[in-house]
């Protein structure tokens, strides 16, 4: 009796030494956020703090947009290969916690035999039974394998979720370009109206011995290299319709309809803090489930290297006669048990743990370089929101005064004050200013949506 109790008193000190080795969640999310420091001053671009806008995408009031993010929400291909990575993923995760539970299986067999060249009778052997094993997670290898399992499991979901935030601010992106590239070809129709006009004009000057041949010239010149950027704002409209189509899962036939002009910027979000974004951002999220995934596997790992302990047992029936197979005559049981305790390795499970010990690490690692990533996208999202608004004031008041300009110009140009070429420049610069106008302002509507990813936000109500 005495040595039976001894290994029963030591096996449940291993027990107690080794639950208290498990990592919990606290300490994984404490290691993990202090290779996450925060600023102590938060950069915003207003004073207000608080959640992330919900529902961002709604908050641009555009009807269509909003049905176009659902589409590619519902038809994507890509998201949808991500999906089945996360059912995948949980999968597994019940796949390594199932060793957690005996498994019990059903055994049957029969055979006859006899001898050749012999009177004797055949003989006949029938067996079913039940087979049952398990193994006693006494030291947590299991349970840290499942845990582990667990965890990417819920980094994948992180993954999943933030894939349908980027998915949909990717569709609010190339909405936006298909639409700059619509108002950018009617700013070319616009130039080519008005060039069309100049060249009349020119051309009766000429015809009555007012103008010359170079003004003729130049004016045809500048109506032709008008009329190939207008084939290329259109090949760009219908490039950037077919990227869109893409990502809403459809053929890139270049027929969807967008509305024609831009929606105006919404105000910047309030960014919160720092620790709100921690908590907030999906990939983050993933990041931190990895971190805790690679301490499961770092207890698992350890556990590997303690005695293994498992039960056996048997139920079944033997009998020559298939209807005496489970009377009770012939019917027996046995129960077993078996340790395995590992003595020579080579050094392979020394090896696993110094592997796991390095994963660990280096998931943490990953985890602070993320979020300082993330911090860093959240103060430039806020700054070039700044900038973008000075920068489209700015351009708005050179647009206005370059149409001025061009207005003068041909008022001076009709009374003979003026030549024809400085016209053409001064028409030039006139269009080049439209489009910058209308580029800052796609511009602007891709940061703010930037921003709004940057900071963690939901792209439903």
Do not use: H
Request: proline letters at 3%.
């Amino acid at each position: 009796m005495m040595p039976r109790r001894f290994l029963l008193c030591l096996c449940g000190a291993f027990a107690l030494t080794a639950c208290a080795s498990l990592t919990s969640r606290d300490e994984v999310g404490e290691t993990a956020r202090r290779e996450a420091p925060a600023p102590d001053a938060w950069v915003m671009a207003q004073q207000a703090v608080g959640d992330v806008r919900v529902g961002w995408i709604d908050a641009l009031r555009d009807a269509v947009l909003t049905q176009l993010v659902r589409d590619a929400q519902a038809n994507n291909k890509n998201l949808q290969g991500a999906a089945a990575n996360v059912e995948q993923s949980w999968a597994l995760a019940r796949q390594a916690g199932a060793a957690l539970r005996p498994a019990i299986d059903l055994a049957t067999d029969g055979s006859r035999s006899g001898v050749i060249d012999s009177r004797a009778t055949d003989a006949s052997r029938v067996t079913l039974g039940l087979r049952v094993s398990w193994e006693l997670d006494v030291w947590g290898r299991i349970l840290s394998g499942q845990r582990a399992a667990a965890a990417t499991a819920e980094s994948v979901e992180a993954d999943y979720r933030f894939s349908q935030y980027s998915l949909a601010a990717a569709v609010a992106n190339a909405y936006f370009l298909a639409i700059e590239a619509g108002l950018l070809e009617d700013v070319t129709r616009q130039s080519i109206d008005a060039l069309t006009e100049t060249n009349r004009i020119v051309a009766v000057r000429y015809d009555n011995g007012f103008g010359s041949s170079q003004d003729l010239a130049l004016a045809k010149s500048d109506l032709a290299a008008a009329r190939s950027a207008l084939a290329a704002a259109e090949g760009a409209r219908r490039e950037a319709l077919r990227a869109l189509e893409v990502l809403l899962g459809r053929y890139p036939g270049a027929d969807l309809t967008v509305r024609a002009s831009l929606p105006p910027t919404p105000p910047t979000p309030p960014a919160g803090v720092p620790s709100d974004v921690l908590e907030r951002r999906p990939d983050l999220v993933a990041a931190e489930r990895r971190v805790a995934a690679a301490f499961n596997r770092l207890d698992q790992a350890n556990a590997a290297r303690l005695p293994r302990i498992s039960l056996t047992g048997n139920l079944g029936g033997s009998s020559d006669q298939l209807g005496n197979l489970l009377d009770p005559a012939n019917v027996a049981w046995t129960v077993g048990g078996n340790l395995v305790a590992p003595l020579l390795d080579g050094g392979t499970r020394r090896a696993q743990v110094d592997i796991a010990t390095a994963e660990q690490r280096r998931a943490v690692a990953e985890y602070g370089q993320a979020a300082l990533n993330v911090f860093q996208e959240v103060e430039t999202g806020l700054d070039q929101l700044v900038v973008l608004r000075a920068r489209n004031a700015a351009l708005d008041e050179a647009a206005g005064e370059a149409r001025e300009a061009f207005r003068l110009a041909r008022l001076r140009y009709d009374e003979g004050e003026t030549d024809l070429l400085d016209v053409l420049t001064i028409q030039q610069r006139t269009l080049t200013a439209e489009r910058n106008l209308v580029t800052i302002e796609r511009a602007r509507l891709e940061q703010w949506i930037n921003l709004n990813l940057a900071l963690g936000g939901s792209w439903t109500r």
